[in-house]
């Protein structure tokens, strides 16, 4: 399937001003994240009158904050589960063909110190080629002791007295999560759709016993809307219950939060192009070591939260484990003093009877179709994300809510592939994830102005953010247009006031608009912050 011609997403004027339409919505999805972008792409693909609602920024929970890997599992291929497994490796090598600017293979060692870790890591990952079929990205191999130091040159020659005996090299996915979901938000522009961020429905509207719409505040403007669907979609992640709550107070909650921890360090802790994944930790947990955006990213924890932040915070316990562990693994030990930035996620992971650890938990997706007919869909990986959507929308079809229509994001490119013409970026840095939309970036003012050099961030990015990208906030730009508070949330803080000027300029905010965008995002930049 060809891409559909690039749109431009309207002011957010006009955008409110399409709300005001008495023509009903065939889909309200509500929820921005990987998810509902997913789900609100699919139903807009396949010619429906498509509205998704967020009541934050895109992505702004749970779906910027992965360990920026598009994986089949390699933990759950231990576990056994090859259905799984085999479905995320295809999802996998369809994103990659669909997003080529934001998705790219990424070489993982897996070092070996016991006597039988090689031959079994080995088998393993020939068995995850096989499975990944025509879509592989590249075939696994063992690496040699000096192979594998060559490889991931950071790794420690001894871990509990056992010496390095070699390795295997496999491939996975990368991709930046902030930015995919940009760019399937202006996908879903580009098919006829509709997003606005910053939009939090307060409500959920009956007739005759059917949910048919939502009511909706604009948080910016403080108006209210009623909007009415013919399918309404809850794709809330971890706070799909709230939502269907709006419906049945005592729906029973279908989610077991969990909270992961990723720490940020300095490029020289992984200095190669490979990532290190340590299957299996001293508590069970998968380590990854990821270079990614000219740094280093560790992680991850796997620990229940029984609350919802929108911004949660990273405890010193879950801190501490990840710099002891890795520390552990790497020749040199990471201090608190070398993390330039921490951040935390939620994952909503569906219940499982009796179950109570959530890192035995199910991260396979759920959909489920209330007795007023709102579908509910929570779980899943953003690599799973388009298969899903193509769930969700399948069901809406069974049950009658909407004529049929086949599904077409299989084969649909995202906006801004094919990419960059050759020679323009290179995959996996800043630049690259525009695509198709480098030049449009490249020619507008401030582009050889540059506010972070870590993140790659220029005063054009900041207005490319604005025009194009629905961006509404300091913290819209330097934590998801681009991803300075993820990599060094002190460069972050620093070039706040002037990204807070240009978006002024671009938005026709005053002196006092900036000092408020700045002070929220001061605030929330202390969380990514480690205390001494």
Same mark, same amino acid.
């Given at each position: 399937?060809?891409?559909?011609?690039?749109?431009?997403?309207?002011?957010?004027?006009?955008?409110?001003?399409?709300?005001?339409?008495?023509?009903?919505?065939?889909?309200?999805?509500?929820?921005?994240?990987?998810?509902?972008?997913?789900?609100? &792409?699919?139903?807009?693909?396949?010619?429906?009158?498509?509205?998704?609602?967020?009541?934050?920024?895109?992505?702004?929970?749970?779906?910027?904050?992965?360990?920026?890997?598009?994986?089949?599992?390699?933990?759950?291929?231990?576990?056994?589960?090859?259905?799984? &497994?085999?479905?995320?490796?295809?999802?996998?090598?369809?994103?990659?063909?669909?997003?080529?600017?934001?998705?790219?293979?990424?070489?993982?060692?897996?070092?070996?110190?016991?006597?039988?870790?090689?031959?079994?890591?080995?088998?393993?990952?020939?068995?995850?080629?096989?499975?990944?079929?025509?879509?592989?990205?590249?075939?696994?191999?063992?690496?040699?002791?000096?192979?594998?130091?060559?490889?991931?040159?950071?790794?420690?020659?001894?871990?509990?007295?056992?010496?390095?005996?070699?390795?295997?090299?496999?491939?996975?996915?990368?991709?930046?999560?902030?930015?995919?979901?940009?760019?399937?938000?202006?996908?879903?522009?580009?098919?006829?759709?509709?997003?606005?961020?910053?939009?939090? &429905?307060?409500?959920?509207?009956?007739?005759?016993?059917?949910?048919?719409?939502?009511?909706?505040?604009?948080?910016?403007?403080?108006?209210?809307?009623?909007?009415?669907?013919?399918? &309404?979609?809850?794709?809330?992640?971890?706070?799909?219950?709230?939502?269907?709550?709006?419906?049945?107070?005592?729906?029973?909650?279908?989610?077991?939060?969990?909270?992961?921890?990723?720490?940020?360090?300095?490029?020289?802790?992984?200095?190669?192009?490979?990532?290190?994944?340590?299957?299996?930790?001293?508590?069970?947990?998968?380590?990854?070591?990821?270079?990614?955006?000219?740094?280093?990213?560790?992680?991850?924890?796997?620990?229940?939260?029984?609350?919802?932040?929108?911004?949660?915070?990273?405890?010193?316990?879950?801190?501490?484990?990840?710099?002891?562990?890795?520390?552990?693994?790497?020749?040199?030990?990471?201090?608190?003093?070398?993390?330039?930035?921490?951040?935390?996620?939620?994952?909503?992971?569906?219940?499982?009877?009796?179950?109570?650890?959530?890192?035995?938990?199910?991260?396979?997706?759920?959909?489920?179709?209330?007795?007023?007919?709102?579908?509910?869909?929570?779980?899943?990986?953003?690599?799973?994300?388009?298969?899903?959507?193509?769930?969700?929308?399948?069901?809406?079809?069974?049950?009658?809510?909407?004529?049929?229509?086949?599904?077409?994001?299989?084969?649909?490119?995202?906006?801004?592939?094919?990419?960059?013409?050759?020679?323009?970026?290179?995959?996996?840095?800043?630049?690259?994830?525009?695509?198709?939309?480098?030049?449009?970036?490249?020619?507008?003012?401030?582009?050889?102005?540059?506010?972070?050099?870590?993140?790659?961030?220029?005063?054009?990015?900041?207005?490319?953010?604005?025009?194009?990208?629905?961006?509404?906030?300091?913290?819209?730009?330097?934590?998801?247009?681009?991803?300075?508070?993820?990599?060094?949330?002190?460069?972050?803080?620093?070039?706040?006031?002037?990204?807070?000027?240009?978006?002024?300029?671009?938005?026709?905010?005053?002196?006092?608009?900036?000092?408020?965008?700045?002070?929220?995002?001061?605030?929330?930049?202390?969380?990514?912050?480690?205390?001494?």
């Amino acid at each position: 399937m060809t891409a559909p011609r690039a749109i431009t997403p309207p002011s957010r004027e006009r955008l409110l001003g399409q709300l005001d339409s008495a023509q009903p919505w065939d889909v309200i999805v509500i929820g921005g994240g990987a998810t509902g972008l997913g789900t609100a &792409v699919d139903a807009a693909a396949r010619g429906y009158r498509t509205l998704l609602v967020e009541a934050a920024d895109f992505a702004k929970g749970t779906s910027s904050r992965a360990t920026k890997l598009v994986h089949g599992g390699v933990r759950y291929l231990a576990q056994g589960n090859i259905s799984l &497994v085999r479905e995320a490796l295809h999802e996998r090598g369809l994103l990659g063909r669909n997003a080529p600017h934001v998705v790219w293979p990424l070489g993982f060692v897996v070092p070996a110190y016991g006597l039988l870790d090689q031959p079994f890591y080995g088998i393993g990952l020939k068995m995850y080629d096989l499975l990944a079929g025509k879509l592989n990205l590249r075939g696994s191999r063992l690496l040699s002791r000096s192979q594998t130091l060559a490889d991931a040159p950071t790794l420690a020659p001894r871990v509990n007295g056992h010496g390095l005996r070699g390795g295997v090299l496999y491939y996975d996915g990368q991709f930046d999560d902030a930015r995919l979901a940009t760019s399937l938000m202006r996908t879903l522009f580009d098919l006829g759709g509709v997003a606005v961020n910053y939009m939090g &429905v307060t409500g959920l509207n009956q007739s005759n016993g059917r949910i048919d719409g939502v009511t909706a505040r604009d948080i910016l403007s403080d108006t209210s809307f009623v909007l009415r669907a013919k399918c &309404v979609i809850n794709a809330t992640g971890v706070w799909v219950d709230e939502v269907r709550r709006m419906e049945d107070r005592a729906a029973p909650g279908m989610v077991a939060p969990s909270q992961g921890v990723h720490l940020t360090l300095p490029r020289d802790f992984l200095p190669g192009d490979n990532a290190i994944l340590i299957p299996k930790t001293d508590d069970g947990r998968v380590l990854f070591v990821v270079p990614w955006n000219g740094h280093t990213i560790v992680g991850t924890t796997d620990v229940p939260r029984p609350d919802l932040p929108l911004e949660p915070d990273a405890s010193r316990q879950d801190v501490d484990f990840i710099l002891a562990t890795a520390g552990r693994y790497l020749s040199r030990k990471p201090t608190r003093a070398d993390v330039t930035s921490v951040w935390s996620g939620l994952r909503p992971l569906v219940k499982a009877t009796g179950v109570g650890a959530t890192k035995s938990l199910s991260r396979e997706h759920t959909i489920l179709v209330s007795p007023g007919g709102m579908i509910t869909v929570t779980g899943g990986k953003w690599t799973t994300y388009r298969r899903m959507a193509q769930d969700v929308m399948d069901l809406a079809t069974r049950e009658q809510l909407l004529p049929y229509a086949p599904c077409r994001t299989q084969d649909l490119p995202l906006h801004g592939a094919p990419g960059a013409p050759a020679g323009m970026a290179r995959p996996g840095t800043p630049d690259a994830y525009y695509g198709s939309d480098l030049p449009q970036l490249r020619a507008l003012p401030g582009a050889d102005h540059m506010l972070v050099p870590s993140s790659g961030l220029s005063e054009a990015h900041v207005r490319f953010a604005a025009r194009f990208e629905l961006a509404r906030s300091v913290e819209d730009v330097l934590a998801r247009r681009n991803r300075a508070l993820f990599l060094d949330s002190a460069a972050a803080l620093r070039a706040a006031p002037d990204v807070a000027r240009i978006l002024a300029e671009e938005l026709n905010h005053d002196a006092a608009w900036q000092r408020r965008t700045v002070a929220d995002f001061e605030r929330t930049a202390l969380q990514y912050q480690l205390a001494a």
